[in-house]
């Protein structure tokens, strides 16, 4: 592990606005509308307050989430362009306080989620921070080219514990939720990572482009592209979404798979040529937010 | 601690308090909002 001299002493304590940083806030409003999306689709309501709460649960677990692993990955954020910015490299917060900070957090949320909703949901919001802490951030990131693959399943749990808050179980539906998240991340980030590659070169993470090459992450994004389009279709194809989610699903499969097929023919290496890529990256943030968009309208005209 | 350090611990301090207090405050309507919605279920 790379270790990078950090401010010994912090006499000063952070600022409020720091401990907010340390949540990713960005990273939180696509967890938040996943999970909410999960929590609507479920059948039968939720109350308005027990609902509310049980997504204020999924965003404060993200968050804290997201303060554990800064606390774990603050030499690498160091020495990333991207992350150099973040509390704990810049020197404006100590590590103790990341620590406190996310682990109280963590606790807390599951504690509210378990008291509000059920013990199903507050379950899978424990598995999602610690998979996120542990198996991610501790285990796979720096050690294996396939960390997003399988750390992917972190991000993917928010529609199934915004499903079981609403219902107390765990069914096909919000299963095949989780395998569209899960399928999506690594193109996701494998189109984020070949043009910020020489970022993740520098800090030691063995992202796919840094450890096999531009050639075969293009064709991996590829090829992780079409179960993830045939798992976004399942749902209206196994008659478990109406027309307006299919319509949707197959307008958007067919575009993003379209752009998957442009970064598979890109041979660039520097990021200036990488514009199939770049939008393949926006466009994949834009897709999620829509299909499950899409999910919702579905569930609310056709119910 | 020179002066300055302790005006901007002091204004730390003061700021972090006040984000404090609201968050408490907002904890408190959503424990009462939850403990409404519960005994709504109940009944």
Known sequence: MTTI???????LPAEWRDL???????????VVFTGLCGMIAAPGAINPVLGFTAVLCIALGAGAAGALNQWYEADIDALMKRTANRP??????????????GVGLAIFSVVLMGLATNYVAAFWLAVSILFYV???????????????????????????????AATGDVTALPALLFAIIFLWTPPHFWALSLFVRTDYAAAGVPMLPVVSGNKVTRLQILLYTLPMVAAAIAPWALDMAGYIYGASALVLNAIFLWLAIAVARNDASEPAGMRPEKRLFKYSIVYLFVLFGALVADRLVLA | MTPEQEIE???????????????????????????????????
């Open chain 1, 20 to 30: 907010l940083a340390l949540t990713k806030p960005r990273v939180m409003s696509l």
């Open chain 1, 134 to 164: 542990f198996v991610y951030t501790v285990w796979l990131k720096r050690r294996t080219a396939q960390n997003i693959v399988i750390g992917g399943a972190a991000g993917a749990f928010p529609p199934l514990i915004g499903w079981a």
């Open chain 1, 5 to 11: 001299p950090m401010p010994q002493t912090q006499p």
């Open chain 1, 88 to 101: 704990l490299p810049a020197g404006r917060m100590t590590r103790q306080t990341a620590l406190h900070f």
């Open chain 2, 9 to 43: 611990l002091r204004r730390r301090q003061k700021s972090r308090s006040r984000v404090t207090a609201l968050l408490l405050g907002l904890f408190v309507v959503l424990m009462f909002g939850i403990s409404m919605a519960k005994m709504l279920i109940n009944q």
